[in-house]
């Protein structure tokens, strides 16, 4: 058996994940993050400490952490964002398709929807530079 293998056990074992029940970003100033997570994402405040506030949206939760020695991310990562560490949201279609314009008007760094074929993705950057993403998976077009 080989370092890891015996690290990880046995190879006939897994475990069995059923969804990503939340993620978590590190922000520096909670109440910018907080009114971001909620004006711009529709996300709604589930629970709030005096240094993390937890918000959900559809079926995701996010955890915002306090952190105001972070170092600044750099924001021209959303100019590439191909490859980089970030979390993602599904929207309907039409919704994704109004977020360049949405978040123009808010001042909202992103990139321009990307083509995948069977969807769009979208990136763009909350106040603390965690970069995010949309997914938007075409309508299916009926056949007759």
Known sequence: MGA???RCGRRDRVLRIKRLDHFGVDVVDLERAERFYAEVLGMTVQ???ADQVLLRGGDTSCALYLRPDRAPADP???KNPLGKSHHA???AWDELKAAPTFFAERGVPYHAPIDWGDHDCLYFMDPDGNLLELVGYRPKVERT
């Open 4 to 6: 890891r293998e015996a």
């Open 47 to 49: 629970m709030r400490l």
């Open 76 to 78: 021209e990562q959303v």
């Open 89 to 91: 949201f599904e929207v």
